[in-house]
């Protein structure tokens, strides 16, 4: 892996360890945002791995098929609930009408949040490794 990827990668796990800290204290909303740009940024990660510059979007589906535009096998990644993960890059940062997002999000959610963002980082860990 080049520098560059590298780096988001990097950053992407970073991300997720802040993510898995912020649920350890409560901040279920701030946990899932974190989650998810791990998730993003690890797949935008790999797109500049395989020489493309990633579309400025937070929706993993997108990503997700740019992977598979450039010819990875993305089946697992596309097995997983990337939905969800990505509507909380919004909803996780901004009140919903009189809903604060701290209000939004509860255990089982925010710990199937930081569970499917670390499997995209492990795949393409393992994929970079393979």
Not at 33 to 50: G, I, P
Not at 93 to 112: H, I, K, N, S, V
Request: proline fraction near 5%; aromatic fraction near 6%.
């Amino acid at each position: 892996m080049n520098a560059r990827p590298n780096a988001w990668l990097h950053q992407a796990q970073n991300d997720l360890a802040l993510a898995r800290l912020a649920r350890d204290h409560g901040y279920l909303a701030q946990a899932c945002f974190f989650a998810s740009q791990a998730a993003e940024k690890a797949l935008k990660s790999a797109v500049l791995e395989l020489g493309e510059e990633p579309s400025h979007t937070h929706v993993l589906s997108d990503l997700t098929a740019a992977l598979a535009r450039l010819g990875l096998d993305v089946a697992f990644i596309e097995q997983l609930p990337l939905r969800r993960l990505s509507r909380m890059a919004i909803s996780s940062r901004y009140p919903m009408d009189a809903t604060p997002p701290l209000e939004l999000f509860d255990l089982q959610e925010t710990d199937q949040a930081l569970e499917t963002a670390a499997a995209v980082i492990q795949h393409l860990c393992a994929l970079d490794q393979a």
